[in-house]
């Protein structure tokens, strides 16, 4: 009995290990839509781009300070893979345009979501790299239909206040 159950809880932890070894950076080149969801999980966004191509959206945050853009070509491969968390990417966000929507699409899921009951808004919290070295938040905050009012950055405020999860 004992044996079975350190045999189990071994695959156990292996298979924990293994899962945790999937990162957008190990894919190779040409793999289908298929083996990168088997690899990775549901992305947070899937986009068809008008061009045929499309682009899967794998957010690290909360953890990780990353967003990872795969663009697959018109034959469903892997031709393209990019951390896109940086000031270029998030001028794709338009304030009095963009919507909840077209955040998540871009960036999919955010480190944090905060609540301005006073103003009647929220607002949500991408972590990143500044210049690959500088902690930096990038705020989107919404208004009540959900089309974004202001996008903003500040200093990362989990690492400014020794947030439990710095990495």
């Known amino acids: 009995m ?6 189990a809880l071994c695959a156990l932890f292996a298979a924990a290990v293994l899962a945790g070894c999937a990162h957008p950076q190990l894919l190779d ?8 969801v088997s690899e990775l999980g549901a992305p947070d966004a899937r986009t068809q781009l008008p061009d045929g191509r499309v682009r899967l959206v794998y ?11 795969l ?17 270029e990417h998030f001028a794709l966000i338009r304030p009095g345009v ?18 301005f009951a006073l ?3 929220h607002a949500w919290m991408y972590r990143f790299k500044d210049e690959g070295a500088f902690d930096m938040a990038c705020w989107v ?8 009012t202001e996008v903003g950055y500040t200093l990362d ?10 990495f």
């Open 29 to 36: 080149m040409g793999e289908s839509e298929t083996q990168i």
């Open 2 to 7: 004992k044996s079975r159950l350190s045999g």
């Open 157 to 166: 405020p989990w690492k400014e206040r020794n947030f439990p999860f710095n």
């Open 141 to 148: 905050q919404f208004d009540v239909k959900g089309v974004v």
């Open 59 to 69: 957010s690290g945050q909360g953890a990780a300070q990353e967003v990872w853009w």
């Open 98 to 115: 963009s919507t909840e929507a077209d955040v998540h699409a871009l960036f999919g899921k955010c480190a944090q979501e905060y609540t």
């Open 71 to 87: 663009t697959l070509d018109a034959a469903g491969r892997l031709e393209k893979r990019e951390n896109v968390l940086d000031r």
């Open 119 to 121: 103003i009647d808004q």
